[in-house]
């Protein structure tokens, strides 16, 4: 059975999956550019919520890297993965600041991760319907005929 779907609804979910993916890159990108651009905070950070020691060098490099990362994100390239990759990334950074959540009102913006998290899984979820990109997307009709 074909289910038939509004021309709307196509393109206010591929705008709604845009404006995720680019502010989740936002978000990414400022991480990013801390551990390049003010590498001992990004120590700080890593040593307090994650228990590692890096050095300078190694969290530029990393920086660098998440920057080709993020970009790849960014243009919707390789969504199976950059998607994933931006979930499992995301929500390790947001359980690790479990012990934040405990004491809610002297650390509010660490719940700002939460929603974070649920755009994550909804863009990973949905990211067959992200058409705005540079990679294989697939309209509401192909993904409910292949489904079929």
Known sequence: MKTSYPPQLASKLSLGLLCLRLSIALVFTIWALDKVLVPEHAIKVFSGFYGLNLTTNTLIAMGLAQLAFIAA??????????????????????????????????????????????????????????????????SLEQREEANN
């Open 73 to 138: 994100f960014t243009l919707g390239l390789l969504k199976n993965i950059t998607y994933l990759a931006v979930l499992v990334l995301h929500a390790g950074s947001t359980f690790s600041s479990f012990a934040k959540y405990l004491d809610p009102f002297n650390n509010l913006l660490f719940f700002a991760a939460w929603p974070m998290l649920a755009a994550c899984l909804a863009l990973y979820l949905l990211r067959d319907y992200d058409s705005w990109t540079l990679g294989k997307t697939h």
